[in-house]
């Protein structure tokens, strides 16, 4: 019992210092904002985690879209890296085949390549998106419903294949 007491006291002792506020604390798990309806179809919701970030010199957004919804074609004057966190995504550069992007993938996008990305017609994907804070995005094109689901249709045959 002794013991018992000792340890619990040691242990609330801990969690008062691992609180402080003096530290600066986000968690990426937080979903963040809905996003305004400017430049995608369907729902979405974006953590900046960080963002504007002089010192680092890159900013770490985390977006979550819901099944069937789709960002329009754009492209960074930076790279920008895609980390699927969870969920499927659909994946595409300008002159290049689309692909499906699942759990656990990581894709870099060079800088002024015209490229989207979205969920899948049937899952949410979360992922985070890391790209330097220069220029904000260049919307290029609307990405219509028509040709997401052309994708969808064309990406779930090359799915079941595989």
């Given amino acids: 019992m002794k013991y018992s007491i000792f340890a619990l006291s040691i242990l609330t002792s801990l969690s008062v210092f691992s609180q402080n506020s003096e530290y ?50 754009h492209k960074h004057s930076s790279a920008q890296v895609l980390i699927i966190v969870d969920g499927e995504a659909y994946y595409q550069e300008s002159g290049k085949e689309p692909l499906i992007l699942k759990e656990g993938d990581v894709i870099k996008c060079e800088k002024n390549i015209e490229h989207w990305h979205s969920s899948t017609k049937f899952s949410d994907v979360t992922y985070l998106a890391l790209y330097s804070g220069e220029q904000p995005t260049t919307w290029t094109e609307v990405l219509s419903q028509e040709y997401y689901d052309e994708v969808a249709e064309k990406l779930k045959i090359t799915h079941k294949d595989n």
């Fill in 24 to 73: 600066k604390l986000s968690s990426y798990l937080t979903e963040g904002t809905k996003a305004p309806n400017t430049h995608y179809l369907g729902e979405a919701w974006l953590n900046a985690i960080i963002h504007d970030d002089t010192e680092l010199g890159y900013n770490i957004t985390k977006a979550t879209f819901k099944a069937n919804s789709t960002l329009d074609w």
